[in-house]
């Protein structure tokens, strides 16, 4: 399947009401303003096709890049891959969808561990929000794999770069509920870093506050 009848089908599905929207949210370069609707219809018509997304991805148009990621297939992924589409993330909303992808392939944890290391702000958000897949969804893994980052995150969070802060803030979070033993901990570390800022630029987005969130995952839990 070639990619471009799909571009243009995601072109005519854009309206400007989008594109401001997503532009308020960072997006910036090329994009159509294609609705998250109009992206799952069209999931379910292509399903997974790998090379396709591939296509779309080299397109370096967002709403492209948006499916790409919906329809790449986890278990064809390759080092090569992710680390070319690591360096072009220029977002958020495509950084969050990137980061659900990655954790559904075999590098998850690979790629977390080196990740969160990065200086570059984007990849550094990745790496903590497979963190936070990780901890969600991960029930192999001991708590003490999730216990160093909590205090890597008490110490780091504050200093980190915008769009990482919030990344850690939700990674506290995530491992936070992932049962009793951590949230005792997390709630520690929590504490201690207080109140976390982050610039969500012009929108309505706010900082969770990570106590008050770890207290609603344990009702739920």
């Known amino acids: 399947m070639s990619a471009t009848p799909i571009l243009e089908q995601l072109k005519t599905l854009g309206t400007e009401q989008a594109r401001k929207t997503y532009r308020r949210h960072g997006v910036r370069g090329e994009q159509y303003g294609v609705s998250y609707a109009d992206y799952k219809n069209l999931k379910k018509k292509i399903k997974v096709n790998h090379d396709l997304a591939q296509q779309l991805w080299a397109s370096g148009i967002h709403d492209a890049r948006i499916l790409a990621l919906m329809i790449a297939d986890p278990q064809a992924a390759d080092n090569l891959l992710l680390d070319a589409w690591v360096t072009d993330l220029d977002n958020y909303p495509l950084t969050d969808a990137f980061s659900q992808y ?101 929108t309505n987005c706010k900082t969770p506050d990570a106590a008050a969130y770890i207290a609603k995952m344990k009702v739920r839990r």
């Open 102 to 202: 990655v954790a559904q392939t075999a590098f998850a944890r690979e790629k977390m561990e080196q990740w969160t290391q990065s200086e570059a702000e984007w990849v550094g958000a990745t790496g903590w929000n497979i963190l936070s897949h990780l901890a969600l969804n991960d029930q192999n893994l001991p708590d003490a794999y999730f216990e160093p980052y909590l205090k890597i995150i008490e110490q780091n969070i504050h200093t980190r770069q915008n769009r990482v802060r919030h990344s850690m803030n939700n990674a506290l979070i995530a491992i936070g509920g992932r049962n009793s033993q951590l949230e005792e901990k997390a709630l520690a570390a929590a504490k201690i870093i207080g109140k976390v800022s982050v610039d969500h630029g012009e």
